[in-house]
């Protein structure tokens, strides 16, 4: 089981950018993904999830209306699009899955929103 993000940066506030998390070892359309990210000082939190079926997402309170997640199940991938960024959003952003009770994470990718 694999997971690579990609698709961080440095953009302005008020910019855009799409992560993606791609899966390797698994299918994404058999269990839940989700996103998290550590900001600096900060514990690592929760972001988003997408439901293994693509038909639903949760998100977190200080996200939710700016970000979105979506998925390929043909590139065995998801993403995530966050648009209007804060600086407040600057973090290592990670993707990770629940596989058999275990836990599998990505290296995570930094995105940093700053003027």
């Known amino acids: 089981v694999q997971l690579v993000e990609s698709g961080g940066g440095l953009v302005q506030p008020g910019g855009s950018l799409k992560l993606s998390c791609t899966a390797s070892?698994?299918?994404?359309?058999?269990?839940?993904i989700f996103w998290n990210r550590q900001r600096p000082g900060k514990e690592r939190e929760l972001v988003a999830g997408v439901h293994e079926s693509g038909d639903s997402s949760i998100y977190r309170a200080s996200v939710e209306g700016r970000f979105t997640t979506s998925r390929d199940t043909a590139k065995n991938a998801v993403f995530l699009e966050m648009n209007n960024l804060e600086p407040d959003d600057t973090a290592v952003y990670s993707c990770h899955v629940f596989i058999n009770r275990r836990e599998y994470w990505g290296q995570g990718t930094q995105v940093t929103v700053s003027s």
């Open positions: 070892g698994f299918q994404i359309n058999m269990y839940d």
